[in-house]
């Protein structure tokens, strides 16, 4: 039995950022220098963070796997334990189990073109595979990346997409619903950007993440472009309460997205994408 996968390890809060009014990023370090040193993630991969008292809630590891020993967490406060984690300051110490889940294809997506689409705070699951490919530029092509908000003030991270940008054979593009007089990315939703893409079908996957019917639009036009289906790749957002595959709640169809997923092949889940009670 892996003990790191059942029982919390202690985690220390050592960097805290307020991306927006809601929604905070928090970097933790791992007390015990064992587990520490043997902790290994995939992109795309998942942690369930505990706060005693509270209750404990999966969140998406959004750091580099390069440096495992310090995780990178992004919490949006919409719940009574997620307002707990934003509330926490640096030295504050929290459980932390993990990781879990199949992360992003990025073994067999080398030599490949790479496009990310998300939404929201759908970024985070990503951000990992943006900077895996940006730190291991050459061995893949051409990187595209597409990022749309609510509202321009939701956008996080906007030093990194500057940083992104300017890196060889990649594009960054942004889109808000809603634009203040700085913006000066697109007013309208994500989709329109794909107008503005120089998007290459061949030899090339998709990885989307973020609220559903924005996934399902993106989806949608990727197949019009001519992507095969088992090139997209969809990371699923479900209630993981146990992260095992144990208590149901994140079931989906015969599977479960805690530990099938949450990164799926379109092509395998495309019966059940989209459709009610799934």
């Avoid at 969140?59 to 949006?76: C, E, K, N, V």
């Avoid at 984690?85 to 459980?95: C, H």
């Avoid at 900077?131 to 291991?136: A, G, K, M």
């Amino acid at each position: 039995m892996n003990m790191a996968l059942h029982c919390p390890a202690e985690a220390e809060i050592i960097a805290r950022k307020q991306e927006t009014p809601s929604i905070v990023s928090l970097t933790v370090r791992l007390t015990d220098s064992g587990f520490a040193n043997g902790f290994q993630f995939q992109p795309g991969q998942f942690n369930m963070l505990y706060l005693h008292g509270v209750g404990e809630i999966p969140i998406s590891i959004s750091s580099d796997p390069a440096s495992p020993g310090t995780l990178s967490h992004t919490i949006r406060d919409v719940g009574r334990v997620s307002h707990g984690f934003a509330r926490l300051e640096v030295g504050d110490r929290i459980g932390l189990r993990g990781p879990f889940g199949r992360g992003w294809p990025l073994q067999d997506t080398r030599t490949h073109n790479v496009i990310i689409i998300t939404g929201g705070l759908g970024c985070a699951p990503v951000v990992p595979v943006i900077d895996y490919v940006i730190n291991r530029r050459k061995a893949y092509g051409r990187l595209i990346i597409m990022q749309g908000v609510k509202h321009s003030d939701d956008l996080i991270w906007r030093e990194r997409y500057d940083v992104w940008d300017a890196h060889p054979d990649t594009q960054v593009l942004l889109a808000a619903d809603v634009g203040d007089k700085k913006w000066n990315g697109l007013v309208g939703p994500v989709t329109e950007l794909f107008d503005q893409a120089q998007l290459p079908t061949e030899h090339s996957k998709a990885f989307l993440c973020g609220p559903e019917p924005m996934i399902r639009a993106c989806v949608q036009r990727l197949l019009e472009e001519g992507l095969p289906e088992n090139s997209i790749w969809i990371s699923m957002e479900r209630n993981m309460q146990c992260a095992l595959g144990q208590c149901g709640h994140c079931q989906f169809g015969d599977r479960f997205v805690c530990k099938d997923g949450p990164v799926f092949s379109y092509a395998d889940i495309k019966h059940l994408f989209g459709q009610k009670g799934f």
